[in-house]
C-alpha cells in the first residue's frame, strides 16, 4: 500500500509562490512491483470538480494542464522522495485543495485512473 502525504500549503496574495510536497517514499520504493504508476497533483475548489494539475512518472517526465500556462513545475526531492509542485504567479482562482494522486496505467491528467490518494493541503490565495 502507498500512502501520500501532501504538505506545503498556506494562504498568499496574488502574484505570490508557494511549493507543494507530496511525500511519496513508498511509490518509490515500489517501483519494481508497480513500474507503470504514475504520480499526479489534482485540486478542487469548493463547488467544483476536482481538476488534473500535473502527472509524472519515475522517468521525471511531466505533463501539465494547459490552463497553467507554465506556472506550475513539478519536480523530484531526490533526498527527501518528494515529488514537489512548484507554483508561481499565484492568482484567486488557484484556491483549492490541493491533492497528490497515485496509480493510473497512463498518462492521464484524468481523476478516475488514480486510486491512492493523500488528504490534501489547502491553497489559499488572495487579491
Known amino acids: 500500500q502507498v500512502n501520500l502525504v501532501e504538505s506545503g500549503g498556506g494562504s498568499v496574495q496574488a502574484g505570490g509562490s508557494l511549493t507543494l510536497s507530496c511525500e511519496a517514499s513508498e511509490y518509490i520504493n515500489n517501483r519494481h512491483t508497480n513500474p507503470r504508476a504514475y504520480l499526479a497533483w489534482f485540486r478542487q475548489a469548493p463547488g467544483k470538480e476536482r481538476e488534473g494539475v500535473a502527472v509524472?512518472?519515475?522517468?521525471?517526465?511531466?505533463t501539465y494542464a494547459e490552463f497553467l500556462k507554465g506556472r506550475f513545475t513539478l519536480s523530484w526531492d531526490a533526498v527527501k522522495n518528494t515529488l514537489d509542485l512548484q507554483m508561481k504567479n499565484l492568482q484567486p482562482e488557484d484556491t483549492a485543495m490541493y491533492y497528490c494522486?497515485?496509480?493510473?496505467?497512463?498518462?492521464?491528467?484524468?481523476?478516475?485512473?488514480?486510486?491512492?490518494w493523500g488528504l490534501g493541503t489547502q491553497v489559499t490565495v488572495s487579491s
Open positions: 494522486a497515485a496509480g493510473g496505467v497512463t498518462r492521464t491528467l484524468d481523476a478516475r485512473f488514480f486510486t491512492i
Open positions: 509524472t512518472d519515475r522517468s521525471g517526465l511531466a
